[in-house]
C-alpha cells in the first residue's frame, strides 16, 4: 500500500512538472506573439549563437590557413634564379662553369648562397656607407685592393645588400686592385662554333673591348686570340680566358 502510495505521488508531481513546463511554454508564446514576433525563442537564440561560434571559428582557421601560406609563398617570389661566380685573387673559388640556383634578393645574398653550396668562407664588416665584403676565402682587403661585385658585366653604384637581383641576372664577386681609373676588366667568354670561341673584356660600366693579348687556356695549353677570338681544337677540359691585369674568365666546356 505504502509503495502504491509513493508511486502515485510520484505520478502526479511529474504531471504538475509538465503541466508547469507547458504552462511556461504557452506564456512565452503568446508574449512572444503579442510583441509581434520580434523575440526569439531561448533554443533558436541558443542554435544562432553556436553557429556564429562555428562560423568564427571556421573564419579564422581560413585566414590562419591563408597567413601560413603566404608565409611559404613570399621567399619564394622574393629569390631570383641567377648565375653566381666567385673569382678569387689568384684562382676560381665558385662558379666558373655556369651556375643557376635561387640566390635570394639581393647580390649580397647571392654571395652568401654560393658560399653554402661552395663551403668557402666570407666576412662582411659594417662601414658608415653600410655593409661591406671585406673577405672571401682566405684573403682579406687590404689598402685598396679588395672585394667587389658586378651584375650582368656592370658595377652597380650602391652597396651588394641593396642591390635587388632579377631571374637571370649574373652575378661575379671577384678580387681587385683598384686605381685612378677604377678597378681591371672583367673577361667574359662565349663559344661561337665547336671549339671556337671569343672573349671580351667588360669595364666597370658593362661596355665590351677586346681584352689585348688574352689567352685560352685549355689541356694545358694556351692559345693566343687574334681579336678576342681562336678555336682549341679537340679538347677534354674546360676553356677559360686570360688576360694581363684583367679578372679571368668564365668557363666553357
Known sequence: MRKRLQHDALRRRGAMGGASQGRRERTYALSYVREGGR?????????????????????????????ALAALLVPTALAARVSVRIEGRF?????S??????????????????????EFYYHVTQSSFGPYVDQIGKFAAEGSNGWTYKVNGISPPVGADKYQLKAGDRVLWYWAAFGPTGGPPTLLLTRTRRDCYRVVAENDQGADSVPAGAFLNVDGRHIRTRRGRACVGRHRGIVMATAVGAVRSNALT
Open 91 to 95: 684562382q676560381p673559388l665558385f662558379g
Open 97 to 118: 662553369l655556369t651556375t643557376r640556383f635561387e640566390a635570394g634578393p639581393t647580390a649580397l645574398s647571392a654571395l652568401d648562397g654560393a658560399s653554402g653550396r661552395g
Open 39 to 67: 523575440g526569439v525563442a531561448p533554443h533558436s537564440a541558443a542554435r544562432r549563437h553556436k553557429a556564429h561560434r562555428v562560423g568564427a571559428s571556421q573564419t579564422l582557421i581560413a585566414l590562419a590557413a591563408v597567413a
